[in-house]
């Protein structure tokens, strides 16, 4: 399948414009993602329509607390990524390669129709990053809109306001992790940078989208309270308030099995922070 968001360099590369990564691809290579592949100076995603990862979720599993609770939703997943988490939790079918990992064959009309199979009144693209096979997802979600579904994103949100604005017009809710409020550290552990992920959050604002943010505190790294206190007032200044703020409690995983989990009294003192900054629903995740 030929990606959209893509340039033609003279040299035989091409340029993806999908992510603020823009990796220059030479051919037969593929970029950060693993799933964008130049083959003979055409751009094209390995994973569109199949995705490696299957499974009926509550939608509070997102983690979405104030969208529809107590229903379930499809959640999919293909392989990729534009991040390289050193925590990542899911590093089995995102920090790998689609060849390396088994995949179902399933169009965007099937997940449609496996959805509508099992009553679920919505999708959820989630587990790794789904805006690296946004086009994909944004066939799924037109087609689910079609069908009386919503569609949900649960992303990390780096991506380049072109393509976001194509898939926003499908998208009913969004859990965005932000990772951090220090692009060094966004640098550091993730290997991307902040003020695009911010972009995204505002974006999606912008266009009626329910957001819900994750923010997932790693002792020793991003659990700096005066950090938090800078996220949350971030928050505040950009109506921000009512967007629920999820805490998680980070266990050691992939690149940082050596770290230990977060202190519960960490979490207690960041959810004490977002409400005296005037964040109305703030929740602590895996405690």
């Known amino acids: 399948m030929e990606c959209r968001y893509y340039q033609r360099l003279d040299d035989g590369r091409v340029e993806c414009q999908l992510c603020p990564h823009h990796c220059k691809i030479a051919n037969g290579k593929t970029g950060i993602c693993r799933s964008r592949r130049n083959k003979d100076g055409v751009l094209v995603s390995e994973v569109y329509g199949k995705p490696c990862s299957l499974a009926i979720d509550p939608i509070e599993k997102k983690p979405l607390y104030h969208f529809h609770p107590g229903t379930k939703c499809l959640s ?59 086009e994909y997802i944004t066939e799924t979600a037109r087609q689910a809109h079609e069908s009386g579904l919503w569609n949900i994103l649960v992303t990390a949100g780096y991506v380049c306001q072109e393509p976001l604005a194509d898939l926003l017009p499908h998208l009913d809710a969004a859990n965005i992790d932000l990772k951090s409020f220090s692009d060094d550290i966004y640098q550091r552990v993730s290997g991307g940078h902040l003020q695009p992920v911010l972009d995204t959050i505002l974006t999606m604002r912008n266009a009626g989208v ?39 409690r980070f266990f050691p995983r992939f690149k940082m099995q050596h770290t230990p989990p977060t202190p519960l009294h960490t979490l207690k003192e960041a959810k004490q922070i977002a409400l005296e900054e005037g964040i109305t629903h703030v929740y602590l995740g895996n405690v």
């Open 76 to 134: 999919i997943a293909c392989t990729g990524c534009n991040f390289r988490c050193l925590n990542c939790q899911n590093y089995d079918i995102s920090q790998v390669s689609p060849a390396d990992v088994d995949y179902y064959e399933l169009s965007p009309a099937e997940v449609v129709a496996l959805c509508l199979k099992h009553r679920c009144p919505g999708i959820a693209y989630t587990y790794t990053e789904p805006l690296t096979y946004l």
């Open 210 to 248: 329910w957001i819900e943010l994750t923010n997932l505190i790693i002792p020793g790294v991003n659990d700096d309270m005066q950090m938090i206190r800078q996220m949350c007032r971030w928050m505040a200044d950009n109506d921000l308030t009512d967007s629920p703020l999820h805490f998680s």
